[in-house]
């Protein structure tokens, strides 16, 4: 409503000054042609008077009859003393009388005198100039005209002028009207589209119809409104997989204790079996919810400033720790890496990569497999590659593997001690240093891992 309003009163203001600007400007051309016709129709009567050296009325008479008509409605001439010596009405009402009209006045005294007004539908007219001889006054010449023909002529205009202003503004005030009320509807619509997602409606749309400013805001309102969405979508489903996995080890905790006090005559092997199996389920209890607070920091952008790293060295104790895991289980790991692989982050980043990509491949390569590390630089990048000859990836999981809590078989993942993180993890450090991460089977079966940074000059 307030858009029709200013708009209102802003066509409002531009035909008023339609209806006095264009009469303002004719009013002011009349007034300089009739100032500049009738002083030169007194200035001539003034020229036929100029040879006289005093005026009576015999000599004033006969040059009036030699100027001939001058068009005007009225003249007069006095003399020196202001008595009338000539007048052109009918009636000469005024001969011999002493009158003092303003201009007749001012034009006795040496002044030339015009003035003009519109009023009551004519323009009235006076003109007078002094009557000289050699150099003394010796009388005026006084003009009148009364003008209706000019004034009908701007009546007429300021007629058509209010006319057109008229349908103008009934015009214009539909319009506003229509605009007014089609954009409240739009803004209407927006603002509960708005109010609606701020309650937590967020699969709420705005249906905002057209192509102007506010149909684009409509959309890039429901462009945020879809982000907001996926992101709540992903909220709710991270805090859903996170209770999930939290719970999977309270439990056991639970149950195992529960075991132990409402066992009697338990015996102590057995005791310290289960607090062995309750050692290690607060000790994966402990991973998961490291994890789950590495990734909260890192969807906060919460970042270590980064410094160059010289890669080889985090990796070789990381495969000084995974060797004996390794070991343990009978898997043959090995790597091979280059010197001058120098990347911009924080060890302890580097290192996360390094351990959950090693570890995942030690995890599920079978007894008697073999797992391998390279690192090298290639060119600008500085590349590492994790491969094992265990069962690889199935194809249609490829895509989905760096998402959060996603397991490929979630019953051999969780028998390995993991809750699907990880990967998410090792995926979001890459990318926000500006790296980026693959994943793929190998040829002869087995996994593959390629992470690639931007490499730095080593100093």
Not at 277 to 286: T, W
Not at 322 to 330: D, F, P, R
Not at 434 to 454: K, M
């Amino acid at each position: 409503m307030q858009f029709g309003v200013s708009y209102t009163l802003i066509i409002a203001a531009v035909l008023v000054l339609l209806n006095t600007y264009p009469l303002f400007v004719s009013e002011s051309m009349v007034f300089r042609s009739k100032e500049s016709a009738m002083m030169s129709a007194v200035s001539a009567l003034v020229s036929s008077l100029s040879g006289l050296d005093r005026l009576n009325e015999e000599n004033v008479s006969a040059a009036m009859f030699a100027a001939g008509e001058i068009g005007q409605s009225r003249v007069l001439v006095a003399n020196a003393a202001g008595r009338i010596l000539y007048d052109t009405r009918e009636t000469r009402d005024a001969l011999g009388n002493y009158v003092f009209y303003t201009e007749l006045v001012l034009a006795l005294s040496g002044n030339d005198v015009f003035t003009c007004v519109y009023e009551k539908g004519a323009f009235r007219s006076r003109a007078a100039s002094p009557v000289l001889y050699q150099n003394q006054i010796i009388g005026a010449v006084y003009a009148y005209e009364y003008d209706r023909t000019q004034a009908a002529l701007l009546e007429g205009l300021q007629s058509n002028l209010m006319r057109i202003s008229v349908a103008t503004g009934i015009g214009v005030l539909v319009l506003s009207l229509l605009l007014s009320a089609m954009l409240a509807r739009k803004i209407g619509a927006l603002l509960t589209a708005i109010r609606e997602v701020r309650e937590g409606s967020y699969s709420r749309r705005a249906r905002i119809f057209g192509r102007d400013e506010i149909a684009q805001i409509g959309q890039e309102f429901n462009s945020l409104t879809d982000r907001l969405q996926k992101t709540e979508t992903a909220r709710r489903r991270f805090v859903s997989d996170a209770s999930h996995e939290l719970k999977t080890p309270l439990a056991a905790i639970r149950l195992l204790s529960d075991s132990i006090l409402q066992t009697d005559n338990i015996d102590m092997g057995t005791t310290r079996e289960f607090v062995s199996d309750i050692g290690a389920e607060a000790e994966r209890l402990s991973r998961i919810t490291e994890n789950l607070l590495r990734l909260t920091r890192l969807d906060s952008g919460i970042l270590d400033a980064p410094a160059p790293v010289e890669v080889l060295p985090v990796l070789e104790q990381v495969m000084r720790m995974m060797s004996l895991v390794a070991q343990e289980k009978g898997v043959d790991l090995t790597y091979h890496a280059e010197d001058n692989c120098v990347v911009s982050g924080t060890k302890d980043e580097i290192y996360q990569v390094f351990y959950n990509l090693i570890d995942n491949a030690v995890k599920y390569t079978p007894p008697g497999g073999a797992a391998q590390a390279v690192l090298r630089r290639e060119g600008a990048e500085v590349v590492f590659k994790v491969e094992d000859n265990g069962g690889g990836i199935p194809e249609e999981d490829l895509p989905r593997i760096f998402r959060r809590f996603y397991r490929v078989d979630k019953a051999r993942s969780r028998a390995a001690g993991g809750a699907g993180l990880g990967l998410s993890i090792v995926s979001d450090m890459v990318t926000r240093r500006g790296g980026t991460i693959e994943a793929d089977n190998r040829f002869l079966g087995g996994a593959v891992f390629t992470v690639r940074w931007p490499a730095l000059d080593a100093t």
